[in-house]
């Protein structure tokens, strides 16, 4: 399935069917991330549930170091 | 004591994690400093590329606030879009609103940083909107319901201290919320300029960040913003045009 990361195409694997999965998949389940799918925020207890289609606009947000 | 709505802080500093030299130095600064809330931006994660260590991923949380900023955003929506994905990190409910509208002198733009903090003040944030120095801005600001008003000494990173301290003055005397100066600290100079004026606190990054020693910088920060609030609570003297004797102008010993 493909889908826009981060203003990136990119091709994911088709096992891939939920934002746990993608996190996951990019070893950030561990990490301080927030992710918002179609410009609509994913709440942490929606990951499991919320499933991921052919070309969702995902993006994976973090804290960096600002003023 | 600072207090931004129902929070209590200790320390009048407020620090920015932005452009350290390392890590390591980055942790003693944040640490000498006393600074309980800390400030930072929203961005993409480079999850393409291998993954860096994140400042805050290794910060104690239980002992700082963290501020993010809306840096970045040119319209209010871009702005309240971005304190929304900051909030759903469940680490935070305070805002700095932060909204540039000029790409050279980086100057906030007051229209879309009024409509933030509104957009914003509905959706129950604390919001801390980083302003210009305008007096009636501010008092407007202030009518919407903000939390604090942060107006600059002067631009971003350009470290030239307190252009207008008459405004931040005026500004100073009609808030009933906590004023903090936001943007333009040099030295500790100008951070206890800006206290001894009577604000309650200083946001400064790159005076610290961007410092030849920027731990002994940080520790210099804590130091002058102690000492401004410490000067203004005791009341300097007013200023006189020629000299006034400090010793006795009796029982000289000269004939």
């Given at each position: 399935?493909?889908?826009?990361?981060?203003?990136?195409?990119?091709?994911?694997?088709?096992?891939?069917?939920?934002?746990?999965?993608?996190?996951?998949?990019?070893?950030?389940?561990?990490?301080?991330?927030?992710?918002?799918?179609?410009?609509?925020?994913?709440?942490?207890?929606?990951?499991?549930?919320?499933?991921?289609?052919?070309?969702?606009?995902?993006?994976?947000?973090?804290?960096?170091?600002?003023? | 004591?600072?207090?931004?709505?129902?929070?209590?802080?200790?320390?009048?500093?407020?620090?920015?994690?932005?452009?350290?030299?390392?890590?390591?130095?980055?942790?003693?600064?944040?640490?000498?400093?006393?600074?309980?809330?800390?400030?930072?931006a929203v961005r993409r994660m480079n999850i393409f590329e291998e993954s860096q260590p994140n400042f805050l991923e290794q910060l104690d949380l239980t002992k700082y606030k963290l501020l993010p900023n809306t840096a970045g955003a040119k319209t209010a929506e871009e702005a309240v879009r971005i304190a929304r994905l900051a909030k759903a990190s469940g680490l935070c409910d305070m805002i700095k609103v932060e909204v540039i509208g000029c790409q050279?002198?980086?100057?906030?733009?007051?229209?879309?940083?009024?409509?933030?903090?509104?957009?914003?003040?509905?959706?129950?944030?604390?919001?801390?909107?980083?302003?210009?120095?305008?007096?009636?801005?501010?008092?407007?600001?202030?009518?919407?319901?903000?939390?604090?008003?942060?107006?600059?000494?002067?631009?971003?990173?350009?470290?030239?201290?307190?252009?207008?301290?008459?405004?931040?003055?005026?500004?100073?005397?009609?808030?009933?919320?906590?004023?903090?100066?936001?943007?333009?600290?040099?030295?500790?100079?100008?951070?206890?300029?800006?206290?001894?004026?009577?604000?309650?606190?200083?946001?400064?990054?790159?005076?610290?960040?961007?410092?030849?020693?920027?731990?002994?910088?940080?520790?210099?920060?804590?130091?002058?913003?102690?000492?401004?609030?410490?000067?203004?609570?005791?009341?300097?003297?007013?200023?006189?045009?020629?000299?006034?004797?400090?010793?006795?102008?009796?029982?000289?010993?000269?004939?």
């Amino acid at each position: 399935m493909t889908v826009m990361l981060n203003g990136k195409e990119v091709q994911i694997p088709d096992h891939i069917g939920s934002v746990q999965d993608l996190l996951t998949y990019y070893e950030l389940h561990n990490r301080i991330v927030v992710v918002e799918v179609n410009a609509e925020i994913v709440l942490k207890e929606h990951y499991t549930s919320l499933g991921l289609s052919q070309g969702d606009r995902i993006e994976m947000i973090h804290f960096v170091g600002g003023g | 004591m600072l207090k931004i709505g129902e929070q209590v802080f200790q320390s009048r500093l407020l620090l920015g994690t932005g452009k350290y030299p390392s890590f390591e130095i980055q942790k003693e600064a944040v640490d000498v400093s006393g600074a309980e809330i800390l400030t930072f931006a929203v961005r993409r994660m480079n999850i393409f590329e291998e993954s860096q260590p994140n400042f805050l991923e290794q910060l104690d949380l239980t002992k700082y606030k963290l501020l993010p900023n809306t840096a970045g955003a040119k319209t209010a929506e871009e702005a309240v879009r971005i304190a929304r994905l900051a909030k759903a990190s469940g680490l935070c409910d305070m805002i700095k609103v932060e909204v540039i509208g000029c790409q050279k002198s980086l100057l906030p733009d007051p229209v879309e940083t009024l409509k933030a903090s509104e957009m914003l003040l509905e959706e129950r944030f604390i919001v801390l909107p980083y302003t210009s120095d305008d007096v009636v801005l501010a008092r407007r600001l202030e009518d919407l319901g903000v939390h604090a008003i942060m107006p600059g000494a002067s631009p971003i990173g350009s470290g030239r201290g307190i252009i207008n301290p008459l405004n931040l003055q005026l500004i100073i005397e009609q808030s009933r919320v906590p004023v903090i100066v936001d943007a333009g600290i040099g030295s500790p100079k100008d951070a206890a300029h800006a206290m001894e004026l009577g604000a309650d606190g200083v946001l400064l990054n790159t005076a610290v960040s961007g410092a030849k020693d920027p731990v002994k910088m940080a520790s210099a920060m804590k130091l002058a913003i102690e000492a401004g609030r410490l000067g203004f609570e005791a009341g300097r003297i007013s200023e006189k045009n020629y000299g006034v004797a400090s010793s006795p102008l009796t029982g000289m010993v000269t004939s």
